[in-house]
């Protein structure tokens, strides 16, 4: 199976690169020269269009950061489809809008190619390692074409089911860890005026029942959220809304979840323009 890669970030750079080192033909395209460098002395070939990288690819894997940025890699003027022949897949990393899925696997079937959804959680650390999660939708067939692909950058890949099922899963993921960033800091700020070291508190927490990935976060981030918010307010504010919104459409109940992520969010200012939850100014 020949691969191309797009999205060469933090995350994706490190998904490439095991993608490379394990043997795969692959090509890369980027908007900025500085993220092909560190390719430079490896096997990967680079093109200067997507449409070129689609031609030469049979798998496309998207790493890039939003609705916008898939459908332009996909759909725009020398995108990837212009490429791609028949037979060839797309795989969108991106964590997006299940229907963004969904409406550009209808465009892409008119070139005869499939669209899977296999967003992922790890972060770079993950990917370098190996041990990404990656949770796809999509046909079984297309997605076990694809999935010793994943194997290389991914432990465990999981199927969810049908087209769009993959982001749902990995909005649901992101919403509750956004919920427990709220309790998490809320939980230090409590043991603080019980006259409990936030610190010491933390570590104590974090070998116990209550554990949790984000309150490790709140923890070496030195019990505020203010870092987190930094570099990942309003990614984390898009995908709160995101489930708000498939929630609403389906006449379901979010419930007390959606409430304490948008606790979270008004604590660190990324309040949801929907939302109208305020956060205790001592939060911020």
Not at 26 to 55: F, Q
Not at 57 to 72: H, K, M, P, Q
Not at 220 to 248: F, M, N, P, Q
Request: a negative charge; aromatic letters at 2%.
């Amino acid at each position: 199976m020949r691969i191309g890669f797009i999205g060469l970030g933090s995350q994706g750079g490190p998904m490439a690169r095991r993608i490379i080192d394990a043997g795969y033909e692959t090509t890369l395209w980027a908007r900025r020269h500085s993220s092909l460098l560190p390719y430079v002395e490896t096997p990967a070939k680079v093109v200067g269009t997507l449409a070129e990288l689609g031609a030469a690819s049979d798998l496309v894997c998207i790493c890039v950061v939003d609705d916008a940025g898939v459908r332009e890699v996909i759909t725009g003027e020398n995108g990837v489809l212009q490429g791609m022949s028949d037979g060839g897949v797309i795989a969108i990393h991106s964590t997006v809008h299940p229907d963004t899925c969904r409406d550009l696997s209808t465009e892409a079937a008119r070139h005869g190619v499939s669209i899977i959804d296999a967003p992922v959680s790890g972060g770079g650390p993950g990917a370098a390692a190996g041990t990404l999660l990656v949770m796809v939708g999509g046909e079984t067939e297309v997605v076990e074409r694809c999935r010793p692909v994943f194997d290389t950058y991914a432990d465990p890949v999981v199927h969810l089911g049908g087209l769009g099922s993959g982001e749902v899963a990995k909005l649901l993921n992101n919403l509750l860890f956004t919920a427990n960033l709220a309790t998490a800091a809320s939980t230090l700020r409590l043991g603080e005026s019980l006259g409990v070291d936030p610190a010491r508190l933390g570590e104590v927490i974090t070998h116990g029942t209550s554990n949790s990935f984000a309150l490790g976060r709140v923890v070496s981030a030195g019990g505020t959220l203010d870092r987190i918010a930094a570099h990942a307010g309003e990614l984390l504010r898009k995908d709160v809304g995101l489930v708000a919104g498939l929630a609403e459409a389906a006449g379901t109940e979010a419930g007390i979840v959606l409430d304490a992520a948008d606790a979270t969010l008004a604590m660190m200012d990324h309040t949801r323009p929907n939302s109208v939850r305020t956060a205790p100014a001592q939060e911020s």
